[in-house]
């Protein structure tokens, strides 16, 4: 269990904060906005109203002790990065900040942000790839080339095992796991025999999952 703090309780913030206390985490939550801050008090019970941009409050929550510091104020960008300033001042061990580009999140970046993301271009951009191509289920980038994607089995494979089809030679991709309509089962054993139903989780070049997913 790790010790969170998320300030800012727009959208992205609510999710995040949610999300974090679902995994299991001990969660903080502040916002200026009071209304917001009362919403959610029933969900939170370390909840506060303040504005970060003040040395002070961030000081009172004793950010030092915690483990992650969230910074979702994306829609306030001067607000953000005076935020990340006082964190690191403050003693923040580990903050990451939201940006909406790249001059962002260079600027918060060079003010001491540990991690800055970017949650409405990555969304934009998995979706983009997922549709661009029919036989993909889902993807996650890893590297500027290297990426992981859910697709469904080739029918020449059906039937057939994993060591048998020889996969990593013949398209330059490795197998991480198999899908079963809701159920995963990860690191399949080289005598797997794929069936129709199968979906892949394939790691590799985009543009050797796409020569796979076109045949």
Same mark, same amino acid.
């Given at each position: 269990?790790?010790?969170?703090?998320?300030?800012?309780?727009?959208r992205f913030g609510q999710h995040?904060?949610?999300?974090?206390?679902?995994?299991?985490?001990?969660?903080?939550?502040?916002?200026?906005?009071?209304?917001i801050i009362n919403e959610l008090?029933?969900?939170?019970?370390?909840?506060?109203?303040?504005?970060?941009?003040? *040395?002070?409050?961030?000081?009172? @929550?004793? +950010?030092? =002790? #915690?483990?992650?510091?969230?910074? &979702?104020?994306? *829609?306030?960008?001067?607000?953000? @990065?005076? +935020?990340? =300033? #006082?964190?690191?001042?403050?003693? &923040?061990?580990?903050?990451?900040?939201?940006?909406?580009?790249?001059?962002?999140?260079?600027?918060?970046?060079?003010?001491?942000?540990?991690?800055?993301?970017?949650?409405?271009?990555?969304?934009?951009?998995?979706?983009?790839?997922?549709?661009?191509?029919?036989?993909?289920?889902?993807?996650?980038?890893?590297?500027?080339?290297?990426?992981?994607?859910?697709?469904?089995?080739?029918?020449?494979?059906?039937g057939q095992s994993l060591a048998?089809?020889?996969?990593?030679?013949?398209?330059?991709?490795?197998?991480?796991?198999?899908?079963?309509?809701?159920?995963?089962?990860?690191?399949?054993?080289?005598?797997?025999?794929?069936?129709?139903?199968?979906?892949?989780?394939?790691?590799?070049?985009?543009?050797?999952?796409?020569?796979?997913?076109?045949?």
């Amino acid at each position: 269990m790790k010790s969170v703090l998320v300030i800012g309780m727009g959208r992205f913030g609510q999710h995040l904060a949610l999300k974090m206390q679902e995994l299991g985490n001990d969660v903080m939550i502040i916002d200026r906005n009071e209304k917001i801050i009362n919403e959610l008090a029933p969900r939170f019970t370390d909840s506060h109203i303040g504005d970060c941009t003040s *040395e002070s409050v961030l000081r009172a @929550l004793d +950010v030092a =002790s #915690l483990d992650l510091c969230f910074v &979702a104020m994306g *829609e306030d960008f001067q607000s953000s @990065l005076v +935020v990340t =300033s #006082l964190l690191k001042r403050a003693g &923040a061990k580990c903050v990451i900040a939201k940006a909406n580009h790249e001059i962002q999140a260079d600027l918060l970046k060079q003010i001491g942000a540990d991690e800055v993301v970017y949650p409405e271009r990555e969304i934009a951009e998995k979706l983009a790839v997922r549709y661009n191509e029919d036989n993909i289920f889902d993807y996650l980038q890893l590297t500027a080339e290297y990426s992981i994607y859910e697709v469904p089995v080739l029918s020449s494979w059906v039937g057939q095992s994993l060591a048998g089809l020889d996969i990593r030679r013949k398209y330059n991709i490795n197998i991480i796991a198999i899908k079963q309509g809701s159920v995963l089962q990860p690191t399949p054993t080289p005598d797997y025999i794929f069936a129709e139903t199968d979906h892949v989780v394939v790691i590799g070049k985009s543009t050797d999952v796409f020569k796979l997913t076109s045949k």
